[in-house]
């Protein structure tokens, strides 16, 4: 079993950044091989993609809406996932959730994610 916890988020002012945190732990994530990525959900919007990271960290992926303004990475010695997000608008204003799917490299499918955390809300304010 995996658990998720998120992190770091909060109000911030557009044109502005925040670091998100995911804290995985669980004895099967310390056994495995995890992808994690991020998603978001806007109110009256569904769940959408926002980036994912390889095992490994060395492949990663990036909805359009936020490639260029958004980073992804991961201390696998820390069991940790982060999100790096500058140049932040309105338009991100969501729940943001951390998820793991099983698998040395990654897929950007919601279906492929097993774990997920109760996510952390970030609100931009124009």
């Known amino acids: 079993q995996v658990q998720l916890l998120e992190s770091g988020g909060g109000m911030v002012q557009a044109g502005g950044s925040l670091r998100l945190s995911c804290a995985a732990s669980g004895r099967t994530f310390n056994s495995g091989a995890y992808a994690m990525g991020w998603f978001r959900q806007a109110p009256g919007k569904e769940r959408e993609f926002v980036a994912v990271i390889s095992w490994s960290g060395g492949g990663t992926s990036y909805a359009d809406s936020v490639n260029g303004r958004f980073t992804i990475s991961r201390d696998n010695v820390k069991n940790a996932m982060y999100l790096q997000m500058n140049s932040l608008k309105p338009e991100d204003t969501a729940v943001y959730y951390c998820?793991?799917?099983?698998?040395?490299?990654?897929?950007?499918?919601?279906?492929?994610?097993?774990?997920w955390g109760q996510g952390t809300q970030v609100t931009v304010s124009s």
């Open positions: 998820a793991a799917q099983r698998s040395f490299y990654y897929s950007r499918r919601e279906a492929d994610f097993g774990s």
